[in-house]
């Protein structure tokens, strides 16, 4: 399921992207980046539909495995979680490019990574979700760290290049992937109890006629 919400969320954000382009000169217009050029709007919708095939191609893997009543290897596992909660933080680098490094990490791609740790709840593996969260801090405070000592965030106001508050935003991250994992736990936990009553339920009935 978990990987049919991001399939389905790369679908819906690419046509959405692809019906802005076609309607306006730009999409970022109304943030006054007319410079970005029909190439660099090529490139979005090529990477948006690399990601779509790279959902789908893990939701066919998983899939697999599930047919045949096994788990993935762990380290496709982890290194799944890892490539998908680096994508914000590409999305960031992407976008540092254009309007340059301390706006990027204001805008729209760092909420990205709640999308991320939130749906790792339905891996139902409280290290996986611990993990993502994780990756996503840390790779955000070092990217962080890296763009306010940039020479262009000189002019910036001082609370936007303050290291504290980047960092206080990374902890964000790593909580909310603790809290994630904690919810996914108990949601196992539930779950196995719920099986449970019913293999209970079904082994009574067998005995009782």
Do not use: C
Not at 27 to 41: I, Q, S, V, Y
Not at 99 to 114: K, T
Not at 149 to 154: F, K, L, M, V, W
């Amino acid at each position: 399921m978990r990987l049919a919400l991001l399939a389905g969320a790369m679908g819906l954000l690419l046509g959405v992207y692809a019906a802005v382009a076609i309607l306006f000169t730009s999409l970022f217009l109304g943030f006054g980046l007319e410079h970005l050029a029909d190439d660099r709007r090529r490139q979005n919708l090529l990477t948006l539909a690399l990601l779509l095939g790279y959902e789908l191609a893990m939701r066919a893997y998983y899939g697999r495995h599930l047919r045949r009543g096994s788990m993935p290897p762990e380290i496709a596992r982890y290194g799944n979680a890892l490539i998908e909660a680096s994508l914000p933080t590409l999305a960031i680098a992407y976008l540092a490019g254009a309007i340059g490094p301390v706006p990027a990490l204001l805008m729209p791609p760092y909420a990205a990574y709640f999308v991320f740790i939130v749906l790792s709840t339905l891996r139902l593996d409280f290290w996986l979700s611990t993990f993502t969260g994780a990756v996503a801090g840390i790779e955000y405070v070092l990217l962080a760290l890296a763009y306010i000592r940039q020479p262009e965030a000189a002019g910036m106001a001082r609370v936007l290049v303050a290291p504290t508050h980047h960092a206080g935003k990374a902890s964000i991250l790593i909580v909310a992937g603790i809290v994630a994992g904690l919810v996914g736990r108990e949601l196992r936990r539930q779950l196995v109890h719920a099986i449970a009553s019913l293999e209970e339920r079904e082994r009574i009935f067998r005995v009782l006629g």
